[in-house]
């Protein structure tokens, strides 16, 4: 679509519908906030709401005279369009700590993001107060958002870490590939399956949160020159898939349904593979599934002069530990991880949506 609809029950950009489930272009940036104040929270939430409604929407800035700086950037030129831009807003267990008094009104499942084994966490790139998600069909969109965002906010927020990403097209159908060079987002759970799953409505939590989600950011660096060097064969093991048709390995389509019944000693799909341990496909583990939202970074090259790439992974959940967590517990050692490498994120609770002109993110909480 040209442009997502900024006000409704949940905020965009979490379902977005299409094939693709995602724009082309996205940017995760952690936030710490600076206000002073509870007022000045709120006044940094209606800031917010009130430049998502302008960008999402796209217009023509007000023109505020020769005298002045300019009110817009003009990056995208004079009139600002929609392109498909969702902001996307999460807040940080620390958020909820002394300073705003907003400790008794905690979403009942936030904590700080686990370290788990096998991460190699760093600081710089963790945690966070806020999470700004940003998505649009084109990079320059992205930035441009950014940049409004962060001039209209200055005093009440400031950036912590920043991820830039980008989603492949079909190549040459289907689902888009990770810089591993498989498919990744096939086996996404859709239509009322995904609304089951993600959104909040839970007496166990605070009224407000109806209508929200859970937001797990990984930022993963993928080993790509290391896995160039491995085997067609043991790459498709790793997944359980096959790496030009995305099929998993006992079947012959993208979209067909994997029988781990029929392979109880994963003779065809291992049974150490990523699909088989992410979701053993049991009646048991159907509430532990969760939607991915994830993006492709690549940064440049590291100290070393390898290439600086890899995976910003991003799920929505209703709880992160019935999901994320035990989903992520059971990967833990999975063949994968020697090319793989966590090293930030956070966990965020995403607000319920904006309802209307009048209304503003997250307001319930306020
Ligand atoms: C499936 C890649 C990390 C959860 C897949 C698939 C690929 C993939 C290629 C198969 C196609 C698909 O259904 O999308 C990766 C890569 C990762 C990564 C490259 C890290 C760099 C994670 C993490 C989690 C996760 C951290 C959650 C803790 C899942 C789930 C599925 C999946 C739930 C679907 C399994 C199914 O329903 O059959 N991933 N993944 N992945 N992944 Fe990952």
């Known amino acids: 679509p040209a442009s997502y609809p900024f006000h409704g029950a949940n905020q965009s950009g979490i379902l977005t519908p299409g094939p693709a489930q995602k724009q082309a272009f996205a940017c995760h940036v952690a936030m710490d906030v600076t206000a002073a104040n509870k007022a000045q929270l709120v006044e940094l939430m209606k800031t917010l709401t009130d430049r998502a409604r302008f960008l999402t929407a796209g217009g023509t800035p007000p023109d505020l005279g020769v005298s002045q700086p300019p009110?817009?950037?003009?990056?995208?030129?004079?009139?600002?369009?929609?392109?498909?831009?969702?902001?996307?807003?999460g807040l940080g267990a620390s958020l909820f700590d002394d300073r705003f008094g907003l400790g008794a009104h905690k979403p009942a499942k936030l904590t700080p993001m686990t370290i788990f084994k096998n991460d190699s966490p760093e600081a710089a790139w963790m945690h966070g107060d806020l999470m700004v998600q940003l998505c649009a069909h084109n990079p320059d969109t992205v930035h441009h958002a950014l940049r409004d965002i962060a001039k209209h906010t200055r005093g009440a927020m400031q950036m912590r870490w920043r991820m830039d990403g980008f989603a492949a097209p079909p190549r040459p159908s289907g689902t888009g590939r990770n810089l591993l060079g498989f498919k990744d987002g096939t086996a996404n759970p859709t239509g009322s399956t995904a609304q089951d799953l993600v959104w909040v409505d839970d007496s166990a939590e605070p009224s407000w949160t109806r209508g929200g989600t859970y937001q797990v950011v990984r930022l993963i660096r993928m080993l790509v020159e290391f896995w160039d060097r491995v085997s067609i064969n043991e790459q498709e093991g790793m997944f359980g898939r096959r790496r030009d048709s995305g099929a998993p390995l006992d079947g012959n389509n993208e979209f067909d349904t994997p029988d781990y019944k029929a392979d109880p000693q994963g003779n065809v799909i291992p049974l150490d593979s990523h699909i088989r341990l992410a979701n053993p496909r049991t009646h048991a583990t159907d509430n532990q599934r969760l939607v991915r939202r994830s993006y492709n970074f690549d940064t440049g090259i590291d100290a070393n002069g390898n290439m600086e790439v890899g995976h910003t992974f991003v799920c929505y959940q209703q709880d992160?530990?019935?999901?994320?967590?035990?989903?992520?517990?059971?990967?833990?050692?999975?063949?994968?991880?020697?090319?793989?490498?966590?090293?930030?994120g956070g966990y965020f609770f995403v607000p319920p949506g904006v309802k209307d002109g009048s209304d503003y993110l997250a307001s319930g909480l306020m």
């Open 320 to 344: 992160i530990q019935r999901q994320f967590e035990t989903v992520q517990k059971r990967l833990v050692d999975e063949p994968l991880i020697d090319y793989v490498q966590p090293f930030g």
């Open 71 to 89: 009110s817009d950037s003009d990056v995208l030129g004079p009139v600002v369009p929609a392109d498909g831009l969702t902001v996307t807003l």
